[in-house]
């Protein structure tokens, strides 16, 4: 079973946006960034029912989204912060669509820093946040984000296989009223970057505080215990033989806590 359709008209009603849908598109973070190429558009609603190519955070990672099975959407959001506030930008998203997932399914998800939304130990979503800044400061920011919302009768890349989870194993939800509230979250949490009220949010939300993590810093690799994600949003490693803070990369949880 399929979801509902997506819906231009509804969509512009629910968040008073200007609205493209897409029945397919490479990435909807591509076609958007096209958009706005001459003339940046605040508020801008890009939605696609597939994605042949959508992108992960990490280069050469993509995103698995089949058609009429997901939610791919990118945003034109309007921000106002330094150089140093804009590593706040991905987690305020984060919370904002946590908080949307709640509100329309009822379902409460974990964030993996710094980008990932997780269900039951496996990854549900991901969001890619691409900032036009100048020497100090960023304006504007293209917020991607892609949802796994059913899963697909078709086969899965094996890469992934058991390792992605669903909000729902077989149901007609209606995609336009989480893409909806997702867009009004996302709206209002962008003016609170400055003073990062949402990062407590954050942190309880998070997946890997008290755990053990693997990463390489400095091409270096180190394993550590997460003690906490301070207030820019870093994390923090106990190693051992010393704390680091990681403000961007990836980190691996520990094979032990995958799961619970």
């Known amino acids: 079973m399929k979801f509902v359709p997506l819906n231009q008209n509804r969509l512009q009603e629910m968040t008073g946006a200007q609205v493209v849908v897409l029945d397919t598109a490479t990435s909807t973070n591509d076609y958007i960034e096209q958009l706005l190429r001459d003339t940046f558009v605040e508020g801008l609603l890009v939605v696609a029912e597939e994605q042949t190519a959508g992108k992960g955070r990490i280069e050469g ?4 989204s089949p058609a009429g099975y997901g939610i791919y959407m990118s945003m034109a959001v309007k921000v ?7 590593g706040l930008i991905t987690p305020a998203v984060a919370v904002a ?22 269900l039951s130990g496996k990854k549900v979503g991901g969001i890619m946040c691409n900032a ?4 100090d400061s960023v304006d504007s920011v293209i917020v991607g984000i892609g949802i796994n919302a059913q899963q697909p009768d078709l086969p899965i890349p094996d890469d992934i296989v058991g390792k992605i989870a669903y909000l729902y194993d ?20 962008a003016e609170e970057l400055t003073c990062a009220d949402f990062l407590s949010e954050y942190k309880q939300r998070s997946m890997l505080i008290g755990n053990y993590v693997d990463f390489v810093f400095n091409g270096k690799a180190y394993h550590g ?6 207030d820019r949003a870093n994390l923090v490693v106990d190693c051992g033989e010393r ?10 949880l520990h094979d032990s ?3 619970k």
């Open 61 to 64: 990672r993509r995103f698995f």
């Open 80 to 86: 106002n912060c330094n150089m140093e506030q804009a």
């Open 97 to 118: 669509v946590a908080r949307a997932v709640d509100k329309v399914c009822g379902i409460d998800l974990q964030i993996k820093w710094v980008n990932d939304l997780y």
């Open 132 to 135: 036009r800044a100048d020497s």
């Open 170 to 189: 077989d149901n007609d939800l209606d995609r336009n009223l989480l893409i909806a509230e997702i867009y009004r979250e996302v709206m209002a949490i």
């Open 225 to 230: 215990k997460v003690l906490d994600i301070d």
């Open 243 to 252: 704390v680091v803070s990681l403000n961007s990369g990836e980190v691996t």
């Open 257 to 259: 806590v995958i799961g």
